[in-house]
T-cell receptor
Framework: DAKTTQPTSMDCAEGRAANLPCNHS???????VYWYRQIHSQGPQYIIH???NNETNEMASLIITEDRKSSTLILPHATLRDTAVYYC????????????FGKGTRLHILP | GAGVSQSPRYKVTKRGQDVALRCDPI?????LYWYRQALGQGPEFLTY????????KSGLPNDRFSAERPEGSISTLTIQRTEQRDSAMYRC?????????????????FGEGSRLTVL
């Protein structure tokens, strides 16, 4: 079973910041938080990952709470092309492990 | 090729037939994963390999499903005696490295998938 909880769906106006929450209250100290998204029928696409520090790349920012029990993916200026299902995943750092996707959040960007 | 390649893209078969789905990962990628995805659902883990070694097959639904990666590159997912409930999108993903220095490295790169329809 997925170790994360995400809202089923969210709406965001085009041009605004989209903030997608994820709860991972049982996360272990050696587990990273990963975000992927899946646009329509394409395969999932990696966005960003982090351990405890906030991370930013050209696609998004990842904010992880100090207790690491939750995180937020931020798309700073959402466009219609950001409409997708967003998956939050936790993965153990110090050993190989299967990567489990949950049901994700369906994000609708509204024109 | 530049990305993960899966074939066939579409497969229609009759119940009871065997099917083989192929995945050609990105060159040099160590880890290879198989997932199954039903419409409206997230990818469901099936199995994964590091090089030629099958590390975890706990997601395979039953013994009709098997996978191999004999030379640590191309992988085949085989479904024997297909049933209608096997109909789904089967996705393969590869990763440059499973673990390096104790930290997960490299994201998963997914192929376009093989859509299986069992009549």
């Amino acid at each position: 079973d997925a170790k994360t909880t995400q809202p089923t769906s969210m709406d965001c106006a085009e041009g605004r910041a989209a903030n997608l929450p994820c709860n991972h209250s049982t996360i272990s100290g050696n587990e990273y938080v990963y975000w992927y998204r899946q646009i329509h029928s394409q395969g999932p696409q990696y966005i960003i990952h982090g351990l405890k520090n906030n991370e930013t790349n050209e696609m998004a920012s990842l904010i992880i709470t100090e207790d690491r029990k939750s995180s937020t993916l931020i798309l700073p200026h959402a466009t219609l092309r950001d409409t997708a299902v967003y998956y939050c995943i936790v993965r153990v750092a110090n050993r190989d492990d299967k990567i489990i996707f949950g049901k994700g959040t369906r994000l609708h960007i509204l024109p | 090729g530049a990305g993960v390649s899966q074939s066939p893209r579409y497969k229609v078969t009759k119940r009871g037939q065997d099917v083989a789905l192929r995945c050609d990962p990105i060159s040099g990628h160590v880890s290879l994963y198989w997932y199954r995805q039903a419409l409206g659902q997230g990818p469901e883990f099936l199995t994964y390999f590091n090089y030629e070694a099958q590390q975890d097959k706990s997601g395979l639904p039953n013994d009709r499903f098997s996978a191999e990666r004999p030379e640590g590159s191309i992988s085949t997912l085989t479904i024997q005696r297909t049933e209608q409930r096997d109909s789904a999108m089967y996705r393969c993903a590869s990763s440059l490295d499973g673990i390096s220095g104790g930290f997960p490295t490299g994201e998963l790169f997914f192929g376009e998938g093989s859509r299986l329809t069992v009549l």
